[in-house]
């Protein structure tokens, strides 16, 4: 089992930058897919970006440029720096962790932490 825990949201302005952290309890942290996920009202949950076990990362093309995700395996905790942040960004983001192994699927979820970029 695997518990995220989410921080670092909140309300900035258009232009302005953020960094959200998630902090997993587990001594296998290293061997998860780490991501952030948003959902925006009346929208379905997308994926913001992902990071490997082997420090390899994905970004969704909205944010590319952008946002810059990380991982610190000593500390069990993966962030998500957002700059350049616009209103369209404006979501609750989630965190993320997922292994596959020996024929099982371990997905696991944060709470959330809310996102608000201000006109």
């Known amino acids: 089992q695997v518990q995220l825990v989410e921080s670092g949201g909140g309300l900035v302005q258009s232009g302005g930058s953020l960094r959200l952290s998630c902090a997993a309890s587990g001594n296998i942290f290293s061997l998860y897919t780490m991501g952030w996920y948003r959902q925006a009202p009346g929208k379905q949950r997308e994926v913001v970006a992902r990071i490997f076990g082997d420090g390899a990362t994905t970004y969704a093309g909205s944010v590319k440029g952008r946002f810059t995700i990380s991982r610190d395996n000593a500390k069990n905790t993966v962030y998500l720096q957002m700059g350049s942040l616009k209103p369209e960004d404006t979501a609750v983001y989630y965190c993320?962790?997922?292994?596959?192994?020996?024929?099982?699927?371990?997905?696991?979820w944060g709470q959330g932490t809310q996102v608000t970029v201000s006109s």
């Open positions: 993320n962790a997922w292994r596959f192994n020996s024929g099982i699927a371990y997905d696991y």
